[in-house]
């Protein structure tokens, strides 16, 4: 088992390329704390947009929401999904739609 657990975490490790600058995370959470509104966009494609969710609620895009406007409820917080299905329209839709 131990080593079932140690392969799993090297192929995690394979599988991770960059983990990024957490800047503009930490930024948006400074802003809902501080109660500011913020916008939570997701761009993608018909698994984004919910298309096998049994609802648009259970859709991780809105469950994501649902964490953020749960963790900060002092801010307004703006859901955006700019998942649509079998296009590459996403990305204008969330410039379009975001506040």
């Known amino acids: 088992?131990?080593?079932?657990?140690?392969?799993?975490?090297?192929?995690?490790?394979r599988g991770i390329i960059h983990k990024g600058n957490p800047y503009r995370m930490l930024r948006v959470m400074r802003k809902a704390l501080s109660g500011?509104?913020?916008?939570?966009?997701?761009?993608?494609?018909?698994?984004?947009?919910?298309?096998?969710?049994?609802?648009?609620e259970t859709c991780y895009a809105y469950l994501v929401y649902?964490?953020?406007?749960?963790?900060?409820?002092?801010?307004?917080?703006?859901?955006?999904?700019?998942g649509v299905g079998a296009t590459i329209m996403a990305g204008y839709i969330m410039i379009y739609l975001s506040p």
């Not at 913020?38 to 969710?53: H, K, Y």
């Not at 649902?66 to 700019?82: D, G, Q, T, Y």
């Open 36 to 56: 500011e509104a913020i916008s939570v966009g997701f761009i993608g494609g018909s698994i984004t947009q919910g298309s096998l969710a049994s609802s648009s």
């Open 1 to 13: 088992m131990e080593q079932d657990v140690m392969d799993m975490r090297k192929m995690y490790n």
């Open 66 to 82: 649902l964490w953020w406007k749960n963790r900060f409820p002092m801010s307004e917080v703006v859901f955006i999904n700019a």
